[in-house]
């Protein structure tokens, strides 16, 4: 059989817990093997084990963001998530820890501060009862919290993350 791994795995036999939506105990499993790309874990069930969760493997202090590459019985083999794979796998794992479902809207906002007083164009790319996630034209710091004008409406938001020109903002 042709090896299609870019990584080679090492055996191992650690305990690991997955974690997606708001599951906060987890589905306990076993880690069997793993590489710097994935790893191959043995579960209890299948049942309800989603294509893209967080793998937190017992000993280390991060959860990994991992996509399904296959299943076979009670094994799953995942690849690790990094900023080189698919935007779409990401935010299907961040789309499945949220407590309200988002909908696209890409649609104009303005950015309100009140201190100093000041105002700012957006485009609001999607919106939920809880949050947005915004983009701004020019990547500023802006202050943890603000008020959208959005729909002619005028939400109080605090800043829940910044990358470059993109801002998550949850409604207060």
């Known amino acids: 059989m042709e090896e299609k791994r870019k990584h080679a795995r090492v055996a191992t036999y650690k305990t690991a817990t997955i974690f997606f939506g708001r599951n906060f105990r987890g589905i306990s499993c076993f880690l069997m093997d793993i590489s710097e790309g994935g790893a191959g874990l043995h579960v209890g069930s299948m049942s309800g ?42 935010a299907k794992l961040l789309e499945s820890k949220r407590k309200h479902p988002r909908r696209s809207v890409a649609d104009r906002g303005k950015i309100v501060i009140n201190r100093p007083f000041s105002m700012m164009d957006c485009i609001v790319l999607d919106i939920s009862e809880g949050g947005a996630c915004l983009e701004v034209s020019v990547a500023v710091q802006l202050p943890p919290a603000f008020e959208l004008v959005f729909a002619e409406k005028r939400r109080p938001c605090n800043v829940a993350w910044q990358k470059d020109k993109r801002i998550g903002v949850s409604f207060k």
């Not at 793998?55 to 799953?76: D, S």
């Open 49 to 90: 084990i989603p294509d893209t969760f967080e793998l937190l493997i017992h000993g280390e202090t991060g959860k990994r963001p991992c996509k399904v590459a296959w299943k076979m019985g009670k094994r799953v083999g995942v690849s690790f998530l990094t900023d080189n794979h698919s935007a779409e796998a990401k």
